[in-house]
């Protein structure tokens, strides 16, 4: 009797620690405006289907998730209108899922207006060539490895690279945030897409109809963990903005009749 009062008194502090946490995070709902313009270069690469921006398999069947773990970016709703980001923009994955518009500049290549993408991969550094020459993506760069068809919007692709124009923009989303389920029985890792405003995660919490709000861990990307059975229970989830520290929560988004490999969609970041 006394141990099982003392574990309900620790879950419970934990449950009120996570809640203060997220309570001090959430910021009075005003919307995203972006960023200042700022310069970089961008490249392309992959083909016209952008299976490569997906992280493309050999036999081009379908992809596996890439660095920022959205998977197939037709089915998620983020088409070729996408990039990958370079070391520093991607910051360790918190830059996914961020939305830039860029402008071609200072080029004979280059196409009037600008076109808006999604930051869903990482660009990796080329340590075997200088930063000046062939190796773009690496720190300290900011740089765009931008989808074939998002970068022949901005400049003639045989270019190959050209200097932009760039800055922040609010993401523009339908719907709501959607929560793709996977792992199994005792690992719950989510997948989050289609998050609007900022559009990038700093953190994720999760709660069961039978628990309190559990922290979640970044496993990779969009991609948050929890090492907890679930099964059965409703889901709630907290999700906190890494630009502006906004907290959305999606109240019982998820039935308690949940299954593996389900997505869901609930609330929507501003």
Known sequence: MIL?????????????????????????PSRYKGGLWR??????????????????S?????????????GN?????????????????????????????ISC???KHCYPGSTIVTATNLCPPNWYKPSNNGGWCNPPRIHFDMSKPAFSKIAYWRAGIVP??????????????????????????????????PGDIKRMAVKGSKTGWLPMSRNWGVGFQV????????????????????TVTAYDVVPANWRIGQAYSGGQMV
Request: charged letters at 15%; a positive charge; glycine letters at 12%.
């Open 4 to 28: 099982a009062l003392v574990a309900s008194i620790l879950l419970a502090i934990q449950a009120l620690a996570v809640a203060a946490v997220y309570s001090s995070s959430y910021s009075t």
């Open 39 to 56: 310069y970089a270069h961008a490249t392309f690469y992959g083909e016209y289907d952008a299976l490569e921006t997906m992280g493309k």
């Open 58 to 70: 050999p036999d081009r069947t379908p992809p596996p998730r890439g660095a920022c773990g959205y």
């Open 73 to 101: 970016l037709y089915s998620q709703g983020y088409g070729t209108d996408t990039t990958a980001l370079s070391t520093v923009l991607f910051n360790s994955g918190y830059g996914c899922g961020g939305c830039y518009e």
């Open 105 to 107: 500049t200072q080029s």
């Open 164 to 197: 932009v124009r760039y800055r922040r923009v609010p993401c523009r989303r339908k719907g709501g945030i959607k929560f793709e389920l996977k792992g199994n029985r005792w690992w719950l890792i989510v997948f989050v897409s289609n998050v609007g405003g």
């Open 227 to 246: 090492f907890k059975s679930l099964h059965g229970q409703s889901l709630s989830f907290m999700v906190t903005s890494f630009t502006t520290g906004k």
